[in-house]
């Protein structure tokens, strides 16, 4: 296909979805889950952390404290990392007092969150790195969607207008990879492999703009965790009784249980589930799952997402976009993918600029024939 025209063939296709060519040497903007517009006064971003407070005081549960993580982090990644993507570089601690407060409660709720640690130590840490890394990627399965603990926007999927954009850029990949195939110098290839890295970036700002953090037990925190039916039954009922009247209980219970801890000398086990009941007696309002700190984290996003992230990744292995769309775009490994396009960037332009200078040069005269 001629240059010229196929340029302007997909030109007017993306002209057509009111879409535009994004730098390959640039995120893309297209993505409301992955790059978040600046918040405004009317930030629906404020709205969900209050929800989701409200709900975690009903029922203090990991789907419940999942939404407020949720919440809070994408506030923090929108509003409290400065110009990040542009900058590549932030060094913490946020000094805005609205970012620090919502850093410190999401610190209360899931310690190790990646998004907390990297905000207070900086992109650079290791310990912000090392948190994106326990972090794996998963697509939106009949499992989780029974689960009741993700999104519903997952469920619905992509709308009918993102299908169909799909599909018309999926049709000029194509046609851009058959150009590839009948390349006939380094220049057309190139050229052709640019085209296809920005198709690449708008199906992935398409495909991955629905995204959520799934938390999950790991079978050590439900070990943890695990209550003795004795032990939870002391707890139901002090609960039970109101606040006002639950001290009188909560002394005759005390002596009770101290009675049954002097009479288990010998017994381990039974000794250590007394203790258990007494501190449940001294405060029956503490839970064993009082935060995330040992759930598995997981990146969850559509299927089409999922499979377009690992088609592009193996393209060229420089190719950011992939691993921040997967990883997400706060992330370590996606700034350090950003920065290593930006060196390659430079170096295949650099190439291409020597190349048209030596083709430029006149040939000098053979030394021999001279003679």
Request: hydrophobic share 35%; proline share 6%; with cysteine.
């Amino acid at each position: 296909m001629n240059r010229n025209k196929k340029a302007y063939l997909t030109l007017l296709m993306f002209a057509s979805l009111g879409l535009s060519l994004v730098s390959a040497q640039t995120p893309p903007t297209t993505s409301v889950a992955t790059q978040p517009a600046k918040s405004t006064s009317l930030d629906i971003t404020d709205l969900k952390i209050e929800m989701a407070e409200s709900g975690l005081a009903v029922s203090r549960s990991l789907p419940k404290i999942a939404d407020l993580s949720n919440a809070l982090e994408a506030y923090l990644n929108r509003n409290c990392f400065g110009d990040l993507l542009r900058t590549l570089t932030y060094e913490g601690p946020p000094t805005d007092p609205t970012c620090i407060a919502r850093m410190e409660r999401l610190f209360e709720i899931y310690p190790k969150s990646p998004v907390a640690l990297c905000l207070r130590d900086g992109v650079s840490a290791k310990t912000c790195k090392d948190a994106y890394q326990e972090q794996t990627f998963e697509k939106f399965s009949d499992r989780l969607a029974s689960s009741g603990l993700l999104d519903p926007t997952l469920k619905i999927g992509l709308s009918t207008r993102d299908k169909t954009k799909v599909k018309a850029l999926q049709e000029t990949l194509e046609n851009v990879n058959k150009d590839y195939q009948g390349a006939k110098t380094d220049e057309d290839k190139q050229q052709n492999l640019d085209d296809a890295l920005q198709l690449y970036d708008q199906l992935l700002s398409i495909t991955c703009k629905l995204s959520t953090t799934h938390l999950e037990e790991s079978i050590a925190e439900k070990v943890r965790r695990y209550e003795d039916p004795a032990v939870k039954d002391v707890r139901t009922k002090l609960l039970h009784v109101p606040p006002a009247l639950r001290a009188e209980y909560q002394k005759k219970m005390l002596e009770e249980a101290e009675i049954e801890l002097s009479k288990s000398k010998g017994d381990k086990y039974r000794t250590a589930i007394i203790l258990e009941k007494i501190q449940a007696i001294q405060n029956p309002q503490e839970d064993k799952l009082l935060t995330a700190a040992g759930a598995l984290r997981k990146r969850v996003v559509l299927p089409e997402c999922y499979e377009m992230v690992e088609r592009a990744g193996s393209i060229i292995p420089q190719f950011p976009s992939p691993t921040c769309h997967r990883i997400g775009w706060n992330s370590p490994q996606c700034l350090e993918a950003l920065q290593g396009w930006r060196n390659y960037r430079i170096q295949v332009h650099k190439a291409a600029h020597e190349r048209g200078l030596r083709n430029a040069t006149p040939t000098p005269n053979n030394v021999i024939s001279s003679f």
